[in-house]
C-alpha cells in the first residue's frame, strides 16, 4: 500500500509526525484511535491492514450503542509506526492541533478466519466492497463493530457501527478522555506541549514534562472548583428572597416498576431510614421528621452538630444507622438510644433555603451546586449523598449487588416541590416494603410472648383494607416495649367497616389454634418486609422491620409501582453491564469511621436500660450531680466509662477489685466494699480469696465492659484493681512507686518522678507514669507476674531509698502522716496484696472530675497540672495519642539483674 499522500501531504522537518514503520507481530493486527483537537475535533480510527494503517475520522467520535450510526470518512492511509503518535503538529501544517492515544489494542475478523495473512486479505477485499466487520480487543472498545459505506454522500463517507453484543450499552464511552499511553487529556498535552515522537524516533515522557502536565491537572482542577462556586454564587443571586419556611413538609417520589437510562435524570442511593428536614436559622435548630415530629432529643448527635454550624439554612435528607459495610440498618435505627446503640449519620441531598434565599424554583442541579458549595465537611456523620450522571440500569444492578434497598431517579432540571409526590423524582425498590398500619394484634392460647401477630392494614380509596398478619422479626424485649405503645389504642370495637377472618386458616395449614383478638384504634405504624401480595391484598410471609413514628397512619395507602414507560422513555432493549465489578459504584456508599464510642446513654431520659455484652444493666437517676462544683452528673460518668473502656478494661481483666462506692457523689458518704457474696449479678465472674484477716470473699474481677459498667452504677466514681490477676493472685504484673506530696507543690512531685526515671533508667529499667489524679503521680514497673509481691516491694524499698539518699530534704520513706514532718512519701508499701490505687484512666472523686492518666515521660515537666486531664478533655486525648501504658503489661524486668546493677551503681542501695 502507499504512502505517497500521506507524505505528500506533511513537512518531517516541520512535524514529528513519522514516516513510516512496519509490523513485526505474525500474528495479530493491530487498530488504534487516535483523539484529534485539529480545526475541529474528532477521532481517527485506524486499522492495521496490508502493511498500512487504513483510516477513518469520525468526528463524534466511536458510540456503544448499536442503534447509533455515526459518519466515519475515509483518509489517506498512515504508516504503522503512527499508532503510537500522540503530541502537538504545529499550526499551518496539515492536521496542526493536538494527538493523543485515545485506545489501542488489537482486533481480527468476525469470520472464523484463521492467521494474521489471510485475515488481512480477506478484509482488503470486504474494504473494495464497502464493509469490513470486525471484532476489537481494546482498552476502551470491545467487541464487534462494522465499518460500511454510505451511499449518496460521497466516495470516502462510511458509517462506523456498535454490534448488539455483550459490551453494546448506552454509556457514553468518549467521556473517557484521557490517553492509554501518557495518561493525558488532550487539554493538558497542548499546555505541556509534550511529543512523544521526536525526529521519527519515540520519546520518554520527560520528568519535567511530566511535572508541567501535573501542574497543569492540578491548575484545571482548581479551575473547575472556582467555576463551580461562582456557579454556586451566580445561582443564589437569582434565586428570590423570602424568610425561612415554617410548617412544610418534604418533596416525595413516586414508586416506579423499573430502572431506566436518561441523560435528563441523575441517580443516588434509596437510604434506608427516617426522612428528616432541619432548619438552622439564627443560632437555633429544628430537626424534623416529614410530619413535623421533633427529632432534635431523639437525634442529639445530629442536632449538636447542626447547633455548631452556625449557618442559615433549610436542609432535606435521611438520618441513618449505618453497618460495618456502610449499608443503612432500619431496625438499628428504630431502636437507637444512644450512640451506643450504632453510628448515626445524616445523609444531605437536597437545600431549600439559604441566607434568606428561596432555592426551592432552581433546578436540582443549581441547588446541589450551592449544597456542595456551603455544606461543611468538618464532621463524618454529616454526609452529601453521592450523585452519579451515569447509567440508572447499571447503578440498580450495582446497588442490588451492594443489598441497598433501592435507587432514586431524579430529573437534573426539577425544582422542588414542597409537600408534593413528584414524578420528577421516583424511586425504584429492590427490596420489597411498605409501611402498613397496626389494626390490633393477637395472643395464642398458652403463650407466654405478649402477642402472637400483629394485624396489618392501609388505606385503599380512603377505606381501611385488611393486609395480612405479622408474626416474625421482634425480640421478647421489643414486644414488650410495643405493647405498652399498643395500651392507649386498644378498643373493644374493629377498626375495619368489616371485620376480617383474622384466624382463617390458609390453604397451606393444616391446623391453626384460634387466637384472642385485641382490636387498636388504626393510629400506629409500623414497617413490614414481604415476599409478595395475593390476590386479595394480604402479604405473603411478612416480616417485622420497626415501628415508623415518623409516618402518620392516614398517610400510609398501599404502594402501586406506575411503569417507568409512563414517564420516562425508557429503551428497553438498553444493556446494563452485568459482569463489571460494582467498584464505580461502591463509592455511593460509605462505612462509618471506626472512632471511640461516644456515649451510652442519652441525654433526657432519667432510667435507661441497656444491653451491654449481651447483659441488660439499668441505669437510674441520671441527673444527678455527682460533682456539684464541676455540674458533672450521673449521666456523664456513665458515657466516660463506656467511652475509655477499651483503654482501661486491659487493666481491669481477670483482677479482682476493691469497689470504693460514692452513690451520693463526691460530697456524700463513700465506703468500700470488697465481697460482693450475693450481690454481684448472675453473670459477673467473681474470684473467691482469703485476705489476710482469714476471712473469704468473692471478689468482684473486672472482665468486660458489662462489669465495669456495673461497677459504676454502684457509685463507684474510681476504678481499683489489684496489682495481681486472679490466675497468678501473688505474682503482680507490675511494681508501682506512688509519690504522695504533703505540702508540696506538683512541681516539686514532678522533680521527684523525674529521679525515680533518672535512676530507673540508669539500670536499664523501663518505667511508665501516670497522674494520680489527685495530687500525686504513679510510676508503674512491668513486671511479668515473675516475682512476688515480697520481692517487687523490695525492689521498690531500693528505688525510693535511692531517691530519699537524693532527695532528702523533700521526701521521707516513713508512713505515718505524723512522722513524715510534712515531706512528701515515697509509698513502696502498696506492693502488697490486696492493696488498690486508682487504676490507669479512672475517675477520682476529686473536684475538677480529674482522670489517672497515663503520660508519657517527656510530658512530665514543670508546668504540668492535676486538672490537664478530667472527664471533660480525657477522651480527645486518647484519640490523639492512644494507650500511652500498654508497656505495663509487656515482658517483666530481669528483677536479680536489676538489683545487681543498683548494687553495683549505688553502693547505698546494698544496705537497702
Not at 333 to 346: H, M
Not at 475 to 486: E, G
Amino acid at each position: 500500500m502507499s504512502l505517497d499522500k500521506y507524505k505528500q501531504k506533511r513537512d518531517f522537518t516541520k512535524t514529528a509526525e513519522p514516516k513510516a514503520g512496519l509490523s513485526k507481530d505474525r500474528n495479530k493486527m493491530i487498530f488504534v484511535i487516535q483523539k484529534h483537537d485539529a480545526s475541529r475535533l474528532h477521532y481517527d480510527f485506524r486499522l492495521e491492514m496490508g502493511g498500512v494503517l487504513k483510516s477513518w475520522a469520525v468526528p463524534k467520535g466511536p458510540s456503544l450503542d448499536p442503534k447509533i450510526k455515526h459518519l466515519a470518512m475515509m483518509v489517506e492511509d498512515h504508516p504503522f509506526d503512527y499508532r503510537n503518535f500522540e503530541g502537538l503538529i504545529p499550526e499551518g501544517e496539515y492536521g496542526g492541533g493536538t494527538v493523543i492515544v485515545w485506545d489501542q489494542g488489537w482486533y481480527e475478523t468476525i469470520e472464523d478466519i484463521k492467521g494474521k495473512k489471510a485475515q488481512e486479505k480477506y478484509l482488503l477485499a470486504e474494504l473494495k466492497k464497502g464493509s469490513v466487520k470486525m471484532r476489537l480487543h481494546g482498552e476502551k472498545l470491545n467487541g464487534e463493530f462494522a465499518l460500511v459505506k454510505t451511499k449518496g454522500m460521497g466516495d470516502n463517507a462510511w458509517l462506523l457501527i456498535k454490534h448488539d453484543d455483550e459490551f453494546a450499552t448506552k454509556k457514553d464511552v468518549t467521556k473517557q478522555d484521557k490517553s492509554i499511553l501518557s495518561g493525558k487529556t488532550i487539554e493538558v498535552m497542548e499546555k505541556s506541549g509534550d511529543k512523544v515522537w521526536k525526529s521519527g524516533k519515540e520519546q520518554k515522557i520527560s520528568v519535567k514534562d511530566k511535572a508541567v502536565a501535573k501542574q497543569i491537572e492540578e491548575g484545571e482542577k482548581k479551575t473547575k472548583k472556582k467555576a463551580e462556586a461562582d456557579d454556586a454564587d451566580q445561582f443564589l443571586k437569582d434565586a428570590p428572597k423570602s424568610s425561612i419556611f415554617e410548617n412544610i413538609k418534604p418533596m416525595l417520589a413516586t414508586l416506579v416498576d423499573a430502572p431506566f437510562d436518561d441523560k435528563e435524570w441523575q441517580y443516588e442511593v434509596k437510604w434506608d431510614g427516617y426522612r428528616a428536614l432541619a432548619f438552622l436559622n439564627k443560632g437555633k435548630v429544628e430537626l424534623l421528621s416529614r410530619n413535623q415530629k421533633s427529632f432534635n432529643d431523639r437525634f442529639y448527635p445530629i442536632t449538636s452538630i447542626l447547633k455548631s454550624w452556625k449557618q442559615d439554612v433549610v436542609l432535606d435528607g435521611e438520618i441513618l444507622v449505618l453497618n460495618d459495610n456502610g449499608i443503612s440498618n432500619f431496625g438499628a435505627l428504630q431502636n437507637w438510644r444512644s450512640e451506643a446503640d450504632g453510628e448515626l449519620i445524616f445523609y444531605v441531598f437536597d437545600i431549600l433555603w439559604y441566607k434568606g434565599k428561596d432555592l426551592t424554583g432552581l433546578s436540582l442541579i443549581e441547588r446541589q451546586a450551592i449544597l456542595n458549595q456551603i455544606l461543611p465537611k468538618d464532621d463524618d456523620r454529616i454526609r452529601i449523598s453521592k450523585v452519579f450522571d451515569a447509567s440508572g440500569i447499571d447503578f440498580f444492578a450495582a446497588a442490588e449487588r451492594m443489598g441497598l434497598e433501592g435507587i432514586m431517579a431524579k430529573r437534573k432540571s426539577s425544582s422542588y416541590v414542597i409537600d408534593s409526590r413528584s414524578k420528577d423524582w421516583l424511586k425504584v425498590k429492590i427490596s420489597k416494603r411498605q409501611e402498613v398500619i397496626i389494626a390490633g394484634f393477637t395472643k395464642n392460647k398458652d403463650t407466654s410472648k405478649s402477642f402472637s401477630s400483629l394485624i396489618l392494614a392501609v388505606y385503599e380509596n380512603k377505606v381501611l383494607s385488611y393486609a395480612g398478619k405479622v408474626g416474625t422479626g421482634f425480640s421478647d424485649a421489643a414486644q414488650r416495649d410495643m405493647v405498652k405503645l399498643f395500651k392507649p389504642f386498644v378498643t373493644d370495637k374493629s377498626p375495619f367497616k368489616v371485620a376480617p377472618d383474622v384466624n382463617k386458616r390458609s390453604r397451606f395449614q393444616s391446623k391453626q389454634p384460634d387466637a384472642e383478638i385485641i382490636w387498636m384504634e388504626p393510629q400506629l405504624v409500623c414497617e413490614v418486609a414481604y415476599t409478595e401480595i395475593t390476590s386479595d391484598g394480604v402479604f405473603r410471609h411478612p416480616s417485622f422491620q420497626g415501628m415508623r413514628e415518623d409516618k402518620k397512619a392516614k398517610d400510609v395507602t398501599r404502594d402501586k409501582a406506575i411503569e417507568t414507560t409512563d414517564i420516562v422513555e425508557q429503551d428497553t432493549e438498553a444493556i446494563s453491564e452485568k459482569k463489571k465489578t460494582t467498584d464505580h459504584h461502591a463509592s455511593a456508599i460509605k462505612p462509618p469511621k471506626t472512632t471511640i464510642p461516644k456515649t451510652l446513654l442519652n441525654p433526657k431520659d432519667e432510667t435507661q436500660v441497656r444491653k451491654i455484652n449481651g447483659k441488660e444493666i439499668k441505669f437510674t437517676h441520671l441527673s444527678k450531680v455527682y460533682w456539684p462544683d464541676d455540674g458533672v452528673t450521673k449521666r456523664d460518668m456513665f458515657n466516660y466509662y463506656y467511652q475509655v473502656s477499651d483503654f482501661i478494661l486491659p487493666y481491669l481483666k481477670d483482677r479482682p477489685q476493691s469497689l470504693n462506692r460514692f452513690p451520693g457523689g463526691i460530697k456524700g458518704k463513700s465506703f468500700y466494699q470488697k465481697d460482693v457474696r450475693g450481690k454481684a449479678p448472675d453473670w459477673a465472674k467473681t474470684f473467691p480469696y482469703s485476705t489476710s484477716d482469714g476471712e473469704p470473699k468473692e471478689y468482684l474481677l473486672g472482665d468486660d465492659q458489662a462489669t465495669l459498667l456495673w461497677m459504676a452504677s454502684l457509685g463507684c466514681i474510681e476504678i481499683n484493681p489489684w496489682f495481681s490477676r486472679s490466675e497468678s493472685p501473688d505474682y503482680p504484673d507490675y511494681c508501682v512507686i506512688d509519690l504522695d506530696p504533703d505540702k508540696q507543690s506538683f512541681n516539686q512531685v514532678i522533680e521527684v518522678a523525674l529521679t525515680v526515671k533518672k535512676i530507673l533508667d540508669s539500670i536499664d529499667v523501663p518505667s511508665f507514669p501516670k497522674t494520680s489524679g489527685s495530687t500525686g503521680i504513679h510510676i508503674y514497673i512491668p513486671m511479668g507476674a515473675k516475682y512476688t509481691y515480697d520481692q517487687t516491694q523490695l525492689f521498690a524499698r531500693i528505688v525510693v531509698g535511692l531517691v530519699h539518699d537524693l532527695l532528702p530534704d523533700l521526701t521521707t520513706l516513713e508512713r505515718k502522716i505524723s512522722s513524715r514532718k510534712g515531706k512528701m512519701y515515697l509509698d513502696f508499701l502498696q506492693n502488697r496484696p490486696g492493696a488498690t490505687i486508682a487504676g490507669p484512666y479512672s475517675l477520682r472523686p476529686k473536684p475538677g472530675a480529674t482522670v489517672s492518666m497515663p503520660l508519657d515521660w517527656k510530658e512530665v515537666k514543670a508546668g504540668l497540672k492535676m486538672q490537664d486531664f478530667t472527664i471533660f478533655n480525657a477522651i480527645e486525648r486518647l484519640k490523639r495519642k492512644g494507650d500511652l501504658f500498654k508497656g505495663v503489661l509487656g515482658k517483666g524486668i530481669d528483677l536479680e539483674q536489676a538489683i545487681k546493677k543498683a548494687q553495683k551503681k549505688y553502693p547505698s542501695a546494698a544496705n537497702l
